[in-house]
Every structure is written in C-alpha cells, then in structure tokens.
Nanobody, 118 residues
Framework: VQLQAFGGGEVQTGDSLGLSCVVS????????LGWYRQAPGKQRDMVAI??????KYREIVKGRFTISRDNAGAMVNLQMTNLKPEDTAVYYC??????????????WGQGTEVTVSS
C-alpha cells in the first residue's frame, strides 16, 4: 500500500489551493483518510479526517478547508480556501488501512509543501 500526494505550492494570503492523495495497492479496507500538517519547528497536527461516518476538522481550519473522498474511496482531496500565512506547512496524506482482513495500520504519504505569503 502506498499513498501518493499531489498539489501544494506557493500562494498569496486569501488564495485557494487543493491537495489530493491516492491510495494504491488495492488494500482490503480503507478505514480513514485525511491530512496532517507540520510547520517548521512544530509537531505534526491533524488537519482533517474523513471516514465512512464522520468528518473532523482542526478548529482553525473549519469553514475554510473541505475534505472529500471519491466514490471508490481511494482518493482524498483537501480544498483549502482563504489561506493564511499560518497555514504554511508540509502537508501529509494519512490513511488508516487494513491491507488485508485484520488490524488496521497507519500509512503516510510523502509531504507536500504549502507556502502562504502575506
């Protein structure tokens, strides 16, 4: 199982940007998909998580970021609007996956940089 992230880049304050992540390897079941981010010198924090039954956002991105999942369930998107300099970070795609029937495991994609300049 691998996660491949796309998107990111440098934008201005107030701009919008989209991130996508594709899960490959045909796992048995994908329990959750989402995004974390890590700013320089800070810990990695959850941004948004989507499961079959729920969506959770970090408080500071509510109303600005939207997470979605394709019908096949193997792609997750993060649409970011009204970006602020404090959104600058490396964004990591995350998945909680059962590669085969049994316990789930965490998987991470490669980081993609988002830079918001003022």
């Amino acid at each position: 199982v691998q996660l491949q992230a796309f998107g990111g880049g440098e934008v201005q304050t107030g701009d919008s940007l989209g991130l996508s992540c594709v899960v490959s390897g045909s796992p048995f079941k994908i329990d959750a998909l989402g995004w974390y981010r890590q700013a320089p010198g800070k810990q990695r924090d959850m941004v948004a998580i989507i499961t079959d039954d729920d969506i959770k956002y970090r408080e500071i991105v509510k109303g600005r970021f939207t997470i979605s999942r394709d019908n096949a369930g193997a792609m997750v998107n993060l649409q970011m609007t009204n970006l602020k300099p404090e959104d600058t970070a490396v964004y990591y795609c995350y998945a909680n996956i059962q590669p085969e029937p049994g316990p789930s495991r965490r998987y991470w994609g490669q980081g993609t940089e988002v830079t918001v300049s003022s």
